[in-house]
């Protein structure tokens, strides 16, 4: 069978990339990419992680067949939720101030308007 090379990458933390290439055969599994690049053995927190894996940015399976030049990639879980993050952002900038959104409001208008 014909050998097929695979980029799995993997962030641990922010500003912090692992990245793995590794030559496959062809039929090949994203599981089997991620054994052959030896993340699971480098890091441990990932056989806990339950945020999931995909190929260029789409979440797939496991099981998923991957292809000469994919990019497998390991998502780690979310530290906090978006929502809150773009409140806090929010309130930080406030409605009231001229920032962010409120930049231009009209001369007169109530304030988040």
């Not at 496959?24 to 999931?52: I, K, M, R, Y």
């Not at 797939?60 to 990639?73: A, G, K, T």
Request: a positive charge; aromatic letters at 6%.
């Amino acid at each position: 069978m014909p050998a097929i090379n695979v980029t799995v990458v993997y962030s641990a933390k922010p500003r912090h990339l692992i990245r793995k290439e590794v030559q496959l055969e062809a039929g090949s599994t994203v599981e089997q990419a991620l054994l052959a690049s030896g993340l699971v053995a480098q890091c441990p927190d990932l056989a806990s992680a339950h945020a999931g894996v995909g190929v260029w940015g789409k979440k797939m399976l496991l099981s998923h067949v991957v292809r000469d030049l994919d990019r497998v990639e390991v998502y780690r879980a979310l530290t906090v939720d978006p929502k809150v993050a773009r409140r806090e952002r929010f309130a930080g900038q406030g409605a009231k101030k001229a920032a962010g959104l409120f930049a231009k409001r009209r001369l007169g208008a109530k304030a988040g308007y």
